[in-house]
């Protein structure tokens, strides 16, 4: 197997203290992995550094073998991300916004747009400005978004929030029909823990800014009834300790 | 090179969708008008010759140095490059596969663009206006000095560009940020009234430099002088304003 994203003792520390400390983790092509944690646990961070948008105190993060922070370029050129919330230039109209994002990758087409516009249900507003969508339409947008030039890698943070039950079934399905069919990684981060459990192959739990478990889905279920009561056994195993 | 391009090709585009660098155009597109209705209006009315034909792309380029162009030179980078930390949207640029090295050249490339855009149509519309209200015979020194007065009146203003990009890296309301620079411009021209020596030191002063050039004889003191002062703001703004862009999270 080989590996998308190898993380290795990743330390960001705000002034406030809170943060990662010393991450360490691998994820393979194809999986999608999930990371849970509490508010203000360290997964946005997390993805943040993953993606550049910060630099780290220490370690380093590796999407396809190359530094995030030294090779940058080719680090994100076969990646799609939503980090935090999905942005969009309001002013301009949902195609346009696409157009931006696709200029950056070779061959893409104004079909290849309309393609994920359909694909996210907003086809019919692709002409509108964005500034009058809903926080689901916006959602869907940004999705399109990490999504046009057809990632090898996916990094999603909470991209169900905002959703309606069809469009999270919608999502989800999407993104195990990308990992299986065409071996796309996704990396996400959710706090709708069923959806979760529904969606990722693995998933890892970060508290107080620390990666406490890593596990298979499969082997999760077969020790716990759901993912959530998995979950709760490792946040009571951490205030343990 | 291709990442640069684009999203030099992606802050065009945001630019011209804003609508405020259209008005900006069509703005300037008045302003030469009025002018030139100015311009007849002396003619006819003291039968005096204000402008001829070579000297009224001049006239025209003063009047956008002083006062048009730093205005909504300052606006439209607030209103698209400040407002982009105001309201998050860097974040969509920042994480596509370009470098923020390569996106901060290719922003400040597209408003030095704009900014030559509008030269361009001042020194079309002058030309014409000029020819056509003050018919004199241009000679080939008064085209080539036109031509260099506006070709390097370019560079005052990409100090100007560099400065406002700096401050709006430690400014985070861009309504705040125009204030503040209007404000700083006001004091300063009110300090040069009492202290002449002050326009010397401050490149706010010498957007109209291209004088230099085409009053006669060429002032080469002058000319260094101003030349190493243009160059040496533009050098610290541009590192303060990188060194803040490159590290923001």
């Known amino acids: 197997m080989d590996k998308v994203i190898e993380i290795n003792g990743l330390t960001k520390l705000y002034k406030n203290a809170r943060g990662i400390t010393d991450l360490s983790l691998d994820v393979e092509r194809g999986e999608i992995f999930g990371l849970l944690g509490p508010n203000g646990s360290g997964k946005t961070t997390t993805m943040k550094v993953m993606t550049g948008l910060m630099k780290p105190n220490a370690g380093t993060v590796k999407l396809f073998g190359h530094d995030i922070h030294i090779d940058f370029e080719k680090a994100m050129v076969r990646t799609g991300a ?3 919330s999905p942005e969009h230039y309001l002013y301009m109209t949902a195609i346009d916004n696409l157009r931006q994002t696709a200029r950056y990758y070779p061959d893409i087409n104004n079909s290849r747009i309309d393609e994920v516009l359909e694909l996210c249900g907003l086809i019919q507003f692709k002409n509108e400005k964005v500034k009058g969508f809903s926080l689901g339409m916006k959602q869907r947008l940004g999705i399109a978004m990490a999504i046009v030039h057809k990632p090898e890698l996916i990094i999603l943070d909470e991209p169900l929030n905002g959703l309606d039950v069809e469009g999270m079934i919608y999502v989800r399905n999407m993104l195990k029909h990308l990992a299986e069919q065409d071996k796309v990684t996704v990396f996400l981060s959710s706090h709708l823990i069923h959806d979760v459990e529904l969606t990722c192959t693995r998933v890892g739990i970060v508290l107080q800014g620390k990666l406490r478990a ?9 020790s716990f009834d759901s993912l959530e009561n998995y979950f709760v056994n490792e946040v009571e195993k951490n205030a343990a300790i | 090179m291709q990442p640069f391009k684009v999203a030099f090709v ?3 585009e945001r630019m011209l969708k804003r609508k405020k660098a259209v008005v900006v155009l069509v703005l300037a597109f008045a302003t030469i008008i009025i002018q030139q209705l100015g311009v007849a209006g002396i003619n006819m009315g003291l039968g005096l010759r204000a402008a001829s034909s070579a000297n009224f792309p001049l006239l025209s380029l003063e009047l956008m140095c002083l006062l048009i162009l730093p205005l909504f030179t300052t606006l439209v980078v607030i209103d698209t490059f400040s407002s982009e930390f105001n309201n998050n949207t860097i974040k969509i640029s920042y994480l596509k596969p370009v470098t923020r090295f390569k996106l901060f050249i290719a922003k400040i490339l597209a408003y030095v663009s704009f900014v030559g855009m509008i030269l361009v149509v001042v020194l079309i519309l002058s030309l014409i206006v000029g ?7 241009m000679s080939l020194n008064d085209i080539i000095k036109i031509l260099v007065a506006y ?3 370019i560079i005052p203003f990409t100090v100007l560009i560099l400065f406002i990009a700096m401050m709006g890296q430690y400014i985070k309301s861009p309504v705040g940020l125009f204030f503040l620079c209007l404000l700083m411009y006001i004091v300063l021209t009110g300090v040069a009234i009492i202290l002449p020596s002050l326009k010397n030191m401050v490149f706010i002063f010498n957007l109209n430099w291209y004088s230099i050039f085409t009053n006669t004889p060429i002032s080469i003191s002058r000319l260094i002088n101003v030349t190493c002062q243009l ?19």
Not at chain 2, 231 to 249: D, M, N, P, V
């Open chain 1, 82 to 84: 939503i980090v935090e």
């Open chain 1, 214 to 222: 890593v596990e298979s889905m499969s082997d999760i279920l077969k």
């Open chain 2, 10 to 12: 992606n802050e065009i």
């Open chain 2, 131 to 137: 020819l056509i209200f003050n018919p004199t015979v």
């Open chain 2, 151 to 153: 070709i390097i009146t």
């Open chain 2, 231 to 249: 160059l040496g703001y533009g050098a610290i703004f541009f590192a303060a304003a990188f060194h803040s862009f490159e590290k923001r999270e």
